[in-house]
């Protein structure tokens, strides 16, 4: 049985899954891993270039393999936040870590986001923020082991709560 020494942050784009990811991982002397970057890496591009050129659907599948290939021990994984869209990539995270959905309100993530368009987010032609948002929610709170409302706290209340309650 593989060991659930990670921890694995989920939640909307601009929700600070990387920005406390990273903080975390100090706080208690873990790894870090940012499925993003991986993606990237694997693509030999910007997440935007890849899926302009190549398509939503080879995005996903290419966003979806990198969280399957995920392995490590004591780390905190940032994910993309569509991880969630993929029953197989969140059933082998799940199987590795302590999934934390860092729940953002939809006013706070269109403030912080700006400029979507420009920032790699998987959305279908049409869809609003909003949309996506309440597309997405139900499948964060479906894969959490812990949710944290992030309404109005600082990244070191966060942090903090996160590591009272891991």
């Not at 990670?6 to 706080?27: C, D, E, F, R, Y």
């Not at 873990?30 to 659907?57: H, K, P, W, Y």
């Not at 029953?87 to 912080?112: C, W």
């Amino acid at each position: 049985m593989k060991s659930k020494s990670n921890m694995v942050l989920i939640g909307m784009p601009a929700s600070g899954k990387s920005t406390v990811g990273v903080q975390l991982a100090k706080w208690l002397s873990m790894g870090f891993i940012d499925t993003d970057l991986l993606v990237q890496a694997r693509a030999g591009e910007s997440m935007q270039a890849f899926q302009n050129q190549n398509g939503l659907d080879d995005y996903r599948k290419l966003e979806a393999d990198t969280a399957r290939s995920v392995v490590c021990e004591n780390c905190v994984i940032a994910t993309g936040g569509s991880v969630v869209y993929y029953p197989e990539a969140m059933t082998h995270l799940k199987s590795i870590a302590r999934v934390v959905f860092l729940d953002v309100p939809l006013a706070d993530i269109e403030r912080r986001i700006g400029d979507w368009s420009a920032r790699g987010v998987v959305i279908k032609p049409g869809m609003t923020l909003a949309d996506l948002f309440d597309e997405r929610r139900p499948l964060y709170l479906r894969y959490a082991d812990l949710v944290v409302d992030c309404a109005g706290k600082t990244e070191n209340e966060v942090l903090a709560e996160i590591r009272a309650l891991s």
